[in-house]
């Protein structure tokens, strides 16, 4: 059973540029959720996809944008790349219940590096 | 607002001493859900525990241990007879029931270190 997945690894882009990111979630999951982790600090929620549609949405700027396909995989996108957007980007996928706790699975992440 | 305090940043302890990790939460809701997450060098989340805000029954599964206490808005994570293994960022969460818990408010983090 395949967790979830990220690609890729690690990626520098330059100041200005645009970069997408991609996340496959973990078998039988249709939630995913994306975070920003800069270094020493702890991961920030930048946005979640439910049904293709994005449902809850943190305190980040529409640079950044995302996108579900209908296997529930997701896309990350980062338009007018700036120094501080260099950071850990961590996906996680999970299966949609109300009133519950939901346990969140978590990718090994991208490093994004702006140069 | 919801907020995650983990006041310790770094804490380095001698392979099988105890050692106990502090976190302190703030949320607005009757109905929430706090986690502990450890994050190895590889950088993956790895999950540890769930609890929901109802439920202040600590429990112990094998060398970890947590003591939820709701009056005080803690909720401590403890490793007994800790090993190198264990040297890992741990991050406290929290999520609210309201919005099916999706949303997660993570701490800064401890950073532990276990020396041989």
């Known amino acids: 059973d395949a967790g979830v997945t990220q690609s890729p690894t690690h990626l520098i882009k330059t100041r200005g540029q645009q970069v997408t990111l991609r996340c496959s979630p973990k078998?039988?999951?249709?939630?995913v959720s994306w975070y920003q982790q800069a270094l020493g600090q702890g991961p920030q929620f930048i946005f979640q996809?439910?049904?293709?549609?994005?449902?809850q949405r943190g305190n980040f700027p529409d640079r950044f944008s995302g996108h579900q396909f209908p296997n529930y995989s997701s896309e990350l996108n980062v338009n007018a790349l700036l120094l501080g957007d260099s950071a850990l980007y961590l996906c996680?996928?999970?299966?949609?219940?109300?009133?519950?706790?939901?346990?969140?699975?978590f990718g090994p992440g991208t490093r994004l590096t702006v140069t | 607002a919801q907020k995650v305090t983990q006041a310790q940043t770094e804490i380095s302890v001698v392979e099988k001493e105890d050692v106990t990790l502090d976190c302190v939460y703030e949320?607005?809701?009757?109905?929430?859900?706090l986690f502990w997450y450890k994050q190895p060098p590889s950088g993956e989340l790895v999950f540890l525990i769930r609890?929901?805000?109802?439920?202040?029954q600590n429990e112990i599964s094998g060398r970890y241990s947590w003591n939820f206490q709701k009056s005080t808005s803690s909720f401590n994570f403890t490793i007994t007879a800790s090993q190198v293994v264990d040297s890992a960022v741990y991050f406290c969460?929290?999520?609210?029931?309201?919005?099916?818990?999706?949303?997660?408010?993570f701490g800064p983090g401890t950073r532990l270190s276990v020396l041989p």
């Open positions: 969460a929290l999520s609210e029931a309201w919005n099916y818990g999706q949303n997660f408010v």
């Open positions: 949320t607005r809701d009757t109905t929430y859900y």
């Open positions: 078998s039988g999951h249709d939630t």
């Open positions: 996809y439910y049904e293709e549609e994005e449902r």
């Open positions: 996680a996928s999970s299966l949609v219940q109300t009133g519950t706790g939901v346990k969140q699975y």
């Open positions: 609890r929901n805000s109802f439920d202040e």
